[in-house]
Nanobody, 124 residues
Framework: QVQLVESGGGLVQAGDSLRLSCAASGRTFSGYAMGWFRQTPGKEREFVSTVNWSGGITYYADSVKGRFTISRDNAKNTVFLQMNSLKPEDTAVYYC?????????????????WGQGTQVTVSS
């Protein structure tokens, strides 16, 4: 059974940092793009960032560019999201995703695998 399990969410203050991790199991994702979406109540899931299979190509939403950094460790089947200078508008449930595609697509329907989500709350 394929699983993506996120960790690292929590409650922080504006300006703080958090590091999210996503551990994949059930198959190897070394040939897959992986990344993150987020969602707040009443809104659609929003693209945050993805990284291609090798880790050499990254994509970011404009809203997080310069503050968030995505990386991956294929030996550990894990993807990370370092979030710095957090803002209250970053508050959301963050979902780990994986796709056999190139990974730069913002359409959540392009991602076949999803984690259960981890809550990030940024207070002002």
């Amino acid at each position: 059974q394929v699983q993506l399990v996120e960790s690292g969410g929590g409650l922080v203050q504006a300006g703080d940092s958090l590091r999210l991790s996503c551990a994949a199991s059930g198959r190897t994702f070394s040939g897959y793009a992986m990344g993150w979406f987020r969602q707040t109540p009443g809104k659609e899931r929003e693209f945050v960032s993805t990284v291609n299979w090798s880790g050499g190509i990254t994509y970011y939403a404009d809203s997080v560019k310069g503050r968030f950094t995505i990386s991956r460790d294929n030996a550990k089947n894990t993807v990370f999201l370092q979030m710095n200078s957090l803002k209250p508008e970053d508050t959301a449930v963050y979902y780990c995703v994986a796709t056999a595609g190139y990974g730069g697509e913002s359409n959540p329907g392009r991602y076949a695998y999803w984690g259960q989500g981890t809550q990030v709350t940024v207070s002002s």
